[in-house]
């Protein structure tokens, strides 16, 4: 392994009450885990009926969360609610194949449906938190059969009111989100015309919706939406000028005022994706702008399309980029292309201006490919995997933001035909935990690094013949890591919780009975 000499630094753990534990130990040497509760869903008590679950204390302590089941019931979906006081999930609970939305604290009490009486067929399809968890707002045909309308409620029940329009015959809200803020909801419907999808808002408690997409051409539709970060205005894709042809554009959150930040296409060009910066200053977007089918990287203000800039480097015929993202905290975007080299995907930044771009993964193995990247939250360093020294086995890499003269694997050897499946940098930017069948073949076990490569560590336990794991996810304090695997019997899925160098690892489901798994977890904010 490549490895950088420089200073260690340690992170604590935390208590829910902000107590630091690292100095404390079980009486073996072993820290005890202290992580944050996690919510997650199974089938524990009865084969086949999904219920939803709380664990707090390690593991040690499991309230079931969700209501009594009927028959044929589950709850498919959950979310909790970013305050972490309110879980909603989404069960036929009363009805079965009928799908309602239930709000319960987090801690354990009663369900209420906050959906409210649906149409005998009728059910809820999404649902999302307000920011300020102040309310939630879902999709449902709760009014007529088969048209989804959008409809918003107290996570205690009640106030529960329709915030979409009154729609065209047949029409429907097709997505929806959140402003940050919380202040308003934007929403795509063919409210006013069958089959033209337009951009509206509307307040959280209704009566005040806006179409702010402006006059479409015959025949089009937006496509995508999202709100800048800071709720000042909200960028759509859509072929709002000429059908088929599909633009970048932005709008006020209560004004119908689009205006089109993305240049001028080459014929038959299209704007595929689009990201905001984290400040909200700009927008990155690809679109094959100047060559057709060329995919290439452009920035652009939010309220004007006078500088447009390409930030990627000129590419080769057939040649373009695949995936970008913004840093948080600077003014630069990653981006994977095969810019150098024709069907050899790299690493590459550049400020948005343009300037400076840099190619930041080093050599690749022939044929080799940069699979995927990731920013640290700091933006000081990316993570990527890619097949960089043997073709088809895919390990792990830390990179500067500007250059490629520090780049360190930080997975370990994997096994002949193994190699990195997936990765995600802890929130503080301490660790970054992988999975990898590392050390047995076939066998994908979750291991975490540091981000100068000096330590690496397997964090789940011992795994039976067969296992694996399937899933992890940080807690947000990053005081610990939460996984899904069958460690312990094979196709039995549990959820485990370890601390982030793997010192201590405990079960955090209750026991499942034969056949059982956990589906699906989440960590409580």
Sequence with gaps: MLLIVGISVSFGCFDLGGTPVGDEDNGDGSQPLNLPPVVYSADANIDGTIELFASFDDGDDIRKLSGTIVSGGDVIEFKISPNGRWVAYLADQNTDDQFELFVVPSEGGTPVNVSGLLLSGSDVEEFKWAPNSSRIAYLGDREIAGRLELFTNL????????????????????????????????????????????????????????????????????????????SSRIAYIADQRFDDIFELFTTQPVTASPVRVSGNLVADGDVIEFKWQPNSAMLAYTADQNIFSVIELFT???????????????????????????????????????????????????????????????????????????????????????????????????????????????????????????????????????????????????????????ANDRVSGDLVPGGGVTGFKWAPDSSGIAYLADEDIDQKFELYGTLPDGSNTTKLSESLIAGADVVEFAWVP
């Design 155 to 230: 996570p205690t029940g009640g106030d529960n009111v329709k915030v979409s329009g009154s729609f065209a015959a047949n029409g429907e809200v097709i997505d929806f989100e959140w402003a940050p803020d919380s202040s308003r909801i934007a929403y795509l419907a063919d409210q006013n015309i069958l089959d033209r999808d337009e951009l509206f808002t509307t307040a959280p408690g209704g009566a005040d919706v806006i179409k702010v997409s402006g006059a479409f051409v015959a025949g089009a539709n937006a496509v995508e939406f999202a709100w800048a970060p800071d």
């Design 300 to 454: 652009t203000q939010p309220a004007t399309n006078t500088d447009v800039v390409k930030i990627s480097a000129t590419p080769m015929a057939g040649s373009g980029v695949s995936q970008f993202a913004w840093a948080s905290l600077s003014a630069r975007v990653a981006y994977i292309a095969d810019q150098d080299v024709l069907g050899v995907n790299e690493l590459y930044t550049a400020l948005s201006d343009g300037s400076d771009n840099v190619k930041v993964s080093g050599t690749l193995v022939t044929d080799g490919d940069v699979e995927a990247f990731e920013w640290a939250e700091t933006s000081s360093r990316l993570a990527y995997t890619a097949d960089q020294v043997t073709n088809q086995v895919s390990e792990l890499y830390t990179t500067v933001s500007d250059s490629d003269t520090d780049i360190i694997r930080i997975s370990d050897s994997p096994m002949v035909g193994g190699g990195v499946v997936d990765f995600a940098w802890a929130p503080n930017g301490s660790r970054i935990a992988y999975l990898a069948d590392q050390e047995t073949s076939n066998e994908i076990e979750l291991y975490t690094a540091t981000p100068d490569g000096s």
